[in-house]
């Protein structure tokens, strides 16, 4: 089962490309405010940046790219800005769909869909569904989410289906609530704009995701700025809770670091 791949429990290939990056993409407002631009021209450019991401990330050979686009907080913004949003993302949907598919990416929404109108409900059905057999590249629209929301309607939804559970349950329990549970916990993090905080993006899955964080702000980030991330993830050494010692191709002559595969955390 995929869970099963969980990168808190095995160590990935650091070397490698991470297989799942998560970005907040933020600092679209200052992009616009630096050039005397409305905010929301801001958020139009945003939606190139992330064109262009998702471009190097499949050539790169990223399997999941998860971005957060609208936090549950986010509604807290002044009311024409949230129809812009709204309005860009309907109109991102419609037309970028049929491209998405071409490039055999597959496109998820995660969150609490409740509060979108029906239009934008539907698009969201829709670009799922014709995307659904896509294994380029799994695309995830974080929309209305926010990292507390998951966790509890994880729980909800769990105890909907097996109330007995009420006496005690294990995270694997829980975690196939989850709103990413078919994705293994994202290797990297990224968050542009220079603030240096995880604004309710992900708690439970960035656990033990490599935080990255730059000054570039959204509509300014590109393939270099890509690249320069990768390259700091390339240098970090993902111990999981172990020693140095123990990950694989350091044991010391005597065994002592040899790795012990069990997971994080405590076992019954
Ligand atoms: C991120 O950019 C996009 C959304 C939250 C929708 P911001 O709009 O937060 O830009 P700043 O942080 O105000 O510059
Ligand atoms: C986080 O950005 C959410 C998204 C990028 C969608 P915010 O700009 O809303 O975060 P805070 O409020 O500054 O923490
Ligand atoms: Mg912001």
Redesign the pocket.
Known sequence: MAQSQSSTRTIPDIASVPRHIAI???GN?RWAKQRFLPRVMGHQRGVEALREVVKSCRELGVEYLTV????S??WRRPAEEVSFLMSLFLKMLEREVAKLHENNIRLKIIGDRGRFDDKLMQAMQHAEQLTADNVGLTLTI?ANYGGRWDVMHAVQAMLREHPQLAQGFAEEDLSPYLSMSDAPEPDLFIRT?G?Q?I?N?MLWQLAYTELYFTDVLWPAFGREDLDAAIASYQKRERRFGRTSEQLPGKQSPDGQGKANDHGAGFQK
């Open positions: 907040i993409m933020d407002g957060f686009a609208f936090s907080e986010n974080a704009g603030e905080r604004s993006f």
